[in-house]
Structures are given as structure tokens and as C-alpha cells.
């Protein structure tokens, strides 16, 4: 292609609230397997783009890790390759990037030592399939001196986070308005733009020149009426998820067949495992997870062995409709009644997966009942700070969480999810793969818990590796036998252990000994 690519990957946004606290909008998760910036790398790969410009700034850590341990993103070093650009700190130049526009002047010298005649800029927050030759063949038949990508929204889509623009017959721009406190038009700026070299060298000067920074407010916006700024229509997905609520969107959308379909048909050759999905192929994309609830049962044991009231807090994401949460609190009310029968769970519900102030909240209250042992399924490390700082104990998920409250953590439920990666990787280099889901446990070393603090009451490691070794035998598949809930009603089968199915997918009921706190 007859053109350079730059990426911009160095912008923050407070619509991400605390999902983006320690890391940059381009380093968020997608679909399980990539990064948002993954999918405007593709595209310039895919478009024979074979020298690209990453621009970071804000939480880059992540970020740079990504991009240098990504071989598949070198574009050819022989033809240029792919280079990652901080803000030029030196005696004289003090100034993070002010802007877009600021960004690309200080790595101007990319831009001048480039022959290609043309540069395609795109955001690293945009999820989207895009052979940008055919924007640069739009451009060159328009005479267009900058193109912008924009896409037709649907009417019920709030657009004020986007630039809004309006055209001619001719497609080209007549207004451009950035983020409008009411947008009277649905079509919006994608964020991606082509230009020739030299005038965007000329515009980016001219706004330094002027201590202008913006990219949109002082080139397309202000020069709309001066150069001949045209649009090219996208029809096919694209998603932004420079928010809270369109980052989740976006994951939920990869579950759609349609979805998946259109962004990974074309490559039969490349397998995709997606984290904790329910939807798969059979072919080169499949699903994994794991057998959490048999860790949730240990760490049950633990909170039964330690707790001084017999009241043990349970802060969870959601309500009994999900299994996957429904079922982690009733395997660990099993452990505990399996070592104090007078324990009571009391659970408090968020209704949200990440949610620092609700997680708070919900864990204030189990204290404020009597809880001295708190654990949660939710993701942040709040309901373990806070029973540390009311001197009580907590039961950690994800991570080892005793890192966040030392003196109050007995032990954490976690994942080991490189035992899953490794077994993947090697079942492709042996050319076993075959496209089933998977689904391992304390057997395959996925799920298990961190080593119980020294605090623990005497006993606890005893009865822990006593269940362990049960587990690790199949003699104990902890939703074992006739199991009562706490409305008087049963489940289960005498001699028999709930199936797979049931417990992913059909666990709406609580233990007898769960309480759920309004």
C-alpha cells in the first residue's frame, strides 16, 4: 500500500471510570483474545500497510508489553515495521501530548523520514474489520485532501460521545461538530482518517505554529469549509469502547454468531479460545472454563474453621439466575457446613461485575451484621481492604488478595489459567485440537486456592488437604447426594453428583444455610 499507518493509543477517558485506571483504553481486553488495539494493527496488516507508529501515553505499561511480545504485529522490519512513540521529554520539552494533534508533532520526524505518499491514522479504541485501500482509493477519486471514515448510527444510539457530521450529495463533510450536547445528525466520526503526507506535515506545523493540539477541533473542524474533507461511509460493525457500558456491549456482541462470524470466517487457520463464553464452532473456536466452585468449596472450609460469630459475608456480583455465582456460593456454604454446621452465609448482591462502590457498600453491611469473614465473587479488592480495616478476616477471589489486606486475607480462590494455554498450544502444535470446549478443575491445576495465612485457626490446613485429596480422587464432587436449599426444597439424587450442565447453567437455588440480604 501506498501509505503509513499511525495508531493513536494515548488517550484516557473518564466515561472507562475504573476500568481504565491501570492500563490504556487500547490494552482492554476484547472477545476473550486480543486487544482493542490488535484490531486497528490488523487492519493495517491486512491492508499491506508495512510501516505503522503507535503513539502511547496515558497507563502505556500494559500497553508496550502487549505490542513488543506481539511478533505477528512486526509488519516487516526490511520495509519499515512497526515502531512505539512516547512523548519527546527532553531539557527543552517538558509537555506530555496536549492532543492528537500535538501528538503527531512530536513524531513528526516519522512523518518526514516516510516516502509513502499518503498516511492512514486510526484509534486504537475502535473494534472493526477495514481494508483501508479501499478508503484510499475513495480518496484519491474524491481528490479528497482528508477523508474521514463515518458510519450511519442507528436512531435510538446516543452519538454525543462521538464527532457528529453532516454531507452533500457529493459525500463531502459541510459541517463537523465534536461531541454535541444534542446531535441533530447520526452519522459520526469513526476516528479514522486519510491524508497526504506532506499536507498533514503542512497542518500539524501550521497548528503547532499556532499552539493549536486537536486533530478533530483544529484541522477537520476548523478547515472543513477550506480543504475538501470528505466521508467514507462504513455499513459493515464497528464499536467504540471508550465507555463503561460500550466496552461491555462490544463482549457481549463477540457471543453473537453473526458477530464472530464476520470477524473470524476468513481465517480458518487461526484458533480462537474465548474465557468463560458459552458459544463456540467446534472447529477453530472454542470456550474454556473451569471448575471454580471445587476451590470455592475449600476456601468454604476455611472461612467454616475461622469464623468466631458463625456469620461468614459473601459479596456477590449476581443474583441466583447466574449459576456461575449461584453456584460458587453454594459450593462454598457446602464447605463450610461440611466443618461447622452452625455457620450461616449471608449474601450481599451488587447486580454488577465490577462495581468498587457498590462492592463497598454490600460489604459494609455484612460487617455491620457481624460478619467477621467476608468473601466475595466480584472484582475488585474493596470488601477485603475493608474487613482489614474493621479487623475481621476475608476470602479472596481471582488473585492472591492477601497483597491488598495482609493481615485479614486467610486464602484467595484463584485461576491457573496457563494450565488451560499451555494444554491448548501444545494440542495445536501436535494437531490434536479439535475445536471441543473445556472445562478442567483442581485435577488439571486450573482452579485451587493460594497458601493459607499463618492466622488461620489450628486445624484449617488439615481439613483443607483432607477435602483436597477427596476431590483429587473423585470421591467427593461436592454437590454430592440430596442437597437442600434454603427454601425446604431439594435437589440431587441420592449416590449421585450434580452433571456439568446443571451446575454451569442450572444452579438458581441456595444451600440451606444462605440468607441473601436485601
Known sequence: MRAIGIVLAGGNSKRMRELSNKRAIAAMPIAGSFRSVDF???????SHIQSVAVLTQYNSRSLNEHLSSSKWWDFGRKQGGMYVFTPTITAEHSDWY??????LYQNLDFLKRSHEPYVVIAAGDGIYKLDYNKVLEYHIEKKADITVVCKDMPGDVDVTRFGMVKTNADGRIV??????MVADSHTISCGIYVVRRRQLIELIERCANE???DFVQDILVRYKGLKRIYAYKLNTYWSNIASVDAYYQTNMDFLKPEVRSYFFKEYPDIYFSHGTGYMSNGKNFNNYFGRIYQA???SGIVAGMNTETDKIGYVAAMDSENSEVTGGIDAFALGIYSVNQDAEVYVKVTNSWFD????????????DMGCDVIAQHCDTEYPQTLAQERGVYSIGYNSDMSKNAPDACLCSVIWNWSAYYTAAVQSVIDGTWDGSNYYGGMTENLVGITALADFCADGTEEKVEEAKKQILAGENGVFDG???TNTGETVGEAGKTLDDATITGGINWYFKNVTVVE
Open 482 to 484: 440430596v442437597i437442600e
Open 211 to 213: 499552539d493549536r493540539y
Open 98 to 103: 496536549r492532543g492528537t494533534a500535538d501528538a
Open 175 to 180: 459541517e463537523f461538530e465534536e461531541k454535541p
Open 356 to 367: 468498587p462502590e457498590g462492592e463497598k457498600a454490600a460489604a459494609q453491611t455484612l460487617l
Open 40 to 46: 486497528a494493527l490488523s487492519n493495517m496488516s491486512n
Open 296 to 298: 470455592r468449596y475449600l
